[in-house]
């Protein structure tokens, strides 16, 4: 039962640089997330998805942008990278209830030079 | 505006000693509330959660958490830590409406 899978592990960007981060869910989950992790700021949220080709805006969306076409899968998109998006990303799916914990993916490692 | 504290960045324990990692939040309404854990590399895994009824949750590892609401807090523990359990703690909040608010997360070290 692989759960929420993030791929890649690791990249290393130019600024100016575009790249798409891909999250895969198996547990049918409705709901989806993308957060960044940074030092002393925990987790915070850039886009999330209430279901198949639905998006939403989070507390730093800027510089981001997310697809959900298939319900397993939620992408990010950064289409020019700055070293201000360094960071940590991670996945989250849930199901369609808030009472219920967010599942989470083991992270993507980006650095932007 | 809503937020969620820890105020503890990092909590040093004797193994076998009990532990408490504190959380406190200023959220309107009747939130759900959640403790999560980090390891090294790893994304967060769910610990317990807190919805309605009995103050004192339960939840996996031996954890278990305390709902005050007139204090507003939701302080993690345990009685007797191990080594294993030094980690990332991060409490989190949901208000409703798809908005779940982390804390800043307190780093356990569970000294042999």
């Known amino acids: 039962n692989a759960g929420v899978t993030q791929t890649p592990k690791f990249r290393v960007l130019k600024t100016g640089q575009s790249m798409t981060l891909l999250c895969a869910q198996d547990?049918?989950?409705?709901?989806m997330y993308w957060y960044r992790q940074d030092p002393g700021m925990g987790l915070r949220l850039i886009h999330y998805s209430v279901g198949e080709g639905t998006t939403a805006k989070g507390e730093v969306p800027d510089g981001y942008n997310v697809s959900r076409l298939k319900k397993q899968n939620f992408l990010l998109g950064l289409e020019s990278a700055a070293p201000s998006q360094t960071s940590v990303y991670f996945c989250?799916?849930?199901?369609?209830?808030?009472?219920?914990?967010?599942?989470f993916g083991d992270g993507t490692r980006l650095s932007i030079l | 505006a809503q937020s969620v504290a820890q105020p503890e960045d990092q909590v040093n324990v004797a193994e076998g000693n009990p532990l408490t990692v504190k959380c406190t939040y200023s959220v309107s309404g009747n939130p759900y509330l959640f403790w999560y854990v980090q390891y090294p590399n790893r994304g967060l895994q769910f610990l317990l959660k807190?919805?309605?009824?009995?103050?004192l949750v339960k939840g996996s590892y031996g954890f278990e958490a305390e709902f005050n609401k007139s204090q507003t807090s939701f302080h993690l523990k345990k009685p007797s830590a191990l080594v294993s359990d030094s980690a990332l703690y991060f409490c989190?909040?949901?208000?409703?409406?798809?908005?779940?608010?982390f804390g800043t997360g307190t780093r356990l070290t569970v000294i042999p």
């Open positions: 807190y919805i309605t009824g009995d103050n």
């Open positions: 989190a909040v949901e208000p409703g409406a798809n908005n779940l608010f």
């Open positions: 547990m049918n989950h409705e709901y």
């Open positions: 989250a799916s849930r199901e369609d209830r808030s009472d219920q914990p967010q599942h």
